[in-house]
């Protein structure tokens, strides 16, 4: 099989590179929040994955892949995932004309920041509403629940909620203004210094078009959360990189003897283990990238087994860099700490190892 880029590809990656060196958490003088995703939005990257009739740019699986894995590489904290990545594909499965023409351009141009409020007290990693509950009023629907580990929760402009409507089976979806009365978000700083937010909804009222779809959105819920986790592993492989080059940096450095510690055969022997491992969980971020137009059942599994293959490879590269780097890897000063934190929180971003293994085994082929 053919893994060369095409020529804009090529240049989207360098283009993301750099741009990500300049705007990521370890650089100077980085760009403020709002004017480097208002920069996102003046690349095109904004644009990725919308239909051209709107303004975007069309499939953009292979592309969301590489700005991933530019923005792990640099620490990059931006709520792409969230906006264009995951309720993007909500809003274009399940939006009607009028709200894809309403919210689709705002988004590209930057102006609109959506995060999905899906995950429960007590339900895991489970996608569908239980707690969450819409009630049908006369002009619409009233929201009241909770759902936790919102993330881009403090700078978003709408979320996207799932709720199960009374007297209905199945899992709804609303578009909730984030400054609504009745919505009350509770802010907190995730494990790699990161922010995501529990919603508490106390009679939200919601207008009768903020219903996204006509039916149960419990599959189209599942794909788009499968479009972001691919996203999510190619963000991983990008710091997993970083940290290989890095590690391998400071054995070339640190003297030992007389010589370079990386001449020492065992850690030589350590860094080849480490190389297949980034290797393999690369191979699988692009395997998931190119699954995610397949059926839902070859989708899923390809997802499942990238997740849990990348899962891996960051525990034994993120442990591997810390130890290696000695007492400096452990310090908050120092950059490998960062990264090794990011992949933390990747490992339990919508299912960890047990959730996919169990996924797998439930998926038939």
């Given at each position: 099989?053919?893994?060369?880029f095409?020529?804009?590809?090529?240049?989207?990656?360098?283009?993301?590179?750099r741009?990500?060196?300049?705007?990521?958490?370890?650089?100077?003088?980085a760009?403020?929040?709002?004017?480097?995703?208002?920069?996102?939005?003046e690349?095109g990257?904004?644009?990725?994955?919308?239909?051209?009739?709107?303004?975007?740019?069309g499939e953009?699986?292979?592309e969301?892949?590489?700005?991933?894995?530019?923005?792990?590489?640099?620490?990059?904290?931006?709520?792409?995932?969230?906006?264009v990545?995951?309720?993007?594909a909500?809003?274009?499965?399940?939006?009607?004309?009028?709200?894809?023409?309403c919210?689709?351009?705002?988004?590209?141009?930057?102006?609109?920041?959506?995060?999905?409020?899906?995950?429960?007290?007590?339900?895991?990693y489970?996608?569908?509403a239980a707690?969450?509950?819409a009630?049908?009023t006369?002009?619409?629907?009233?929201?009241?629940?909770?759902k936790q580990v919102v993330?881009?929760?403090?700078?978003a402009?709408y979320?996207?909620?799932s709720a199960?409507?009374?007297?209905?089976?199945?899992?709804?979806?609303f578009?909730?203004?984030?400054?609504?009365?009745?919505?009350?978000?509770?802010?907190?700083?995730?494990?790699?210094g990161?922010?995501?937010?529990?919603?508490?909804?106390?009679?939200?009222?919601?207008?009768?078009?903020?219903?996204l779809?006509?039916?149960?959105?419990?599959?189209t819920?599942?794909?788009?959360?499968d479009?972001?986790?691919?996203?999510?592993?190619?963000?991983?492989?990008?710091?997993?990189?970083?940290?290989?080059?890095?590690?391998?940096?400071?054995?070339?450095?640190?003297?030992?003897?007389?010589?370079?510690?990386?001449?020492?055969?065992?850690?030589?022997?350590?860094?080849?283990?480490?190389?297949?491992?980034l290797?393999?969980?690369?191979s699988?971020?692009?395997?998931?990238?190119?699954?995610?137009?397949?059926?839902?059942?070859?989708?899923?599994?390809?997802?499942?087994?990238?997740?849990?293959?990348?899962?891996h490879?960051?525990?034994?590269?993120?442990?591997?860099?810390?130890?290696l780097?000695?007492?400096?890897?452990?310090?908050?000063?120092?950059h490998?700490?960062?990264?090794?934190?990011?992949?933390?929180?990747?490992?339990?971003?919508?299912?960890?190892?047990?959730?996919?293994?169990?996924?797998?085994?439930?998926?038939?082929?």
């Amino acid at each position: 099989m053919n893994f060369d880029f095409s020529d804009e590809q090529s240049l989207l990656k360098e283009a993301a590179d750099r741009w990500s060196a300049d705007n990521g958490g370890l650089a100077k003088g980085a760009a403020a929040p709002d004017t480097a995703w208002r920069e996102m939005a003046e690349l095109g990257w904004l644009s990725l994955g919308f239909d051209p009739a709107l303004g975007g740019l069309g499939e953009g699986d292979v592309e969301t892949m590489l700005l991933g894995e530019a923005f792990g590489a640099n620490l990059v904290r931006t709520p792409f995932y969230s906006t264009v990545v995951l309720c993007g594909a909500l809003l274009s499965r399940l939006g009607s004309a009028v709200q894809k023409a309403c919210f689709l351009p705002a988004i590209m141009a930057g102006e609109a920041v959506f995060a999905f409020a899906g995950a429960e007290p007590g339900r895991r990693y489970a996608f569908d509403a239980a707690t969450t509950v819409a009630r049908v009023t006369g002009n619409g629907f009233v929201l009241r629940g909770e759902k936790q580990v919102v993330f881009d929760a403090a700078v978003a402009d709408y979320f996207i909620v799932s709720a199960a409507v009374e007297g209905e089976r199945g899992t709804r979806l609303f578009i909730v203004d984030s400054r609504a009365d009745g919505v009350e978000p509770r802010h907190f700083t995730t494990t790699d210094g990161g922010q995501a937010s529990d919603l508490v909804l106390r009679e939200v009222a919601v207008a009768a078009d903020a219903l996204l779809g006509d039916g149960d959105a419990l599959a189209t819920i599942e794909m788009a959360a499968d479009r972001a986790i691919a996203a999510w592993c190619a963000d991983a492989v990008g710091g997993m990189d970083h940290l290989l080059r890095a590690t391998a940096e400071h054995l070339q450095t640190r003297r030992q003897f007389g010589v370079p510690i990386g001449k020492f055969q065992a850690l030589a022997h350590r860094m080849a283990d480490l190389l297949v491992e980034l290797e393999l969980a690369r191979s699988m971020a692009i395997f998931a990238t190119l699954s995610l137009g397949a059926a839902d059942a070859e989708r899923k599994r390809a997802i499942s087994q990238a997740k849990q293959q990348v899962i891996h490879a960051a525990r034994c590269i993120g442990r591997q860099a810390i130890q290696l780097h000695g007492g400096m890897g452990m310090t908050n000063e120092f950059h490998v700490g960062h990264y090794f934190k990011r992949l933390l929180v990747f490992e339990t971003r919508f299912g960890d190892a047990s959730y996919h293994a169990d996924r797998i085994d439930a998926v038939a082929v």
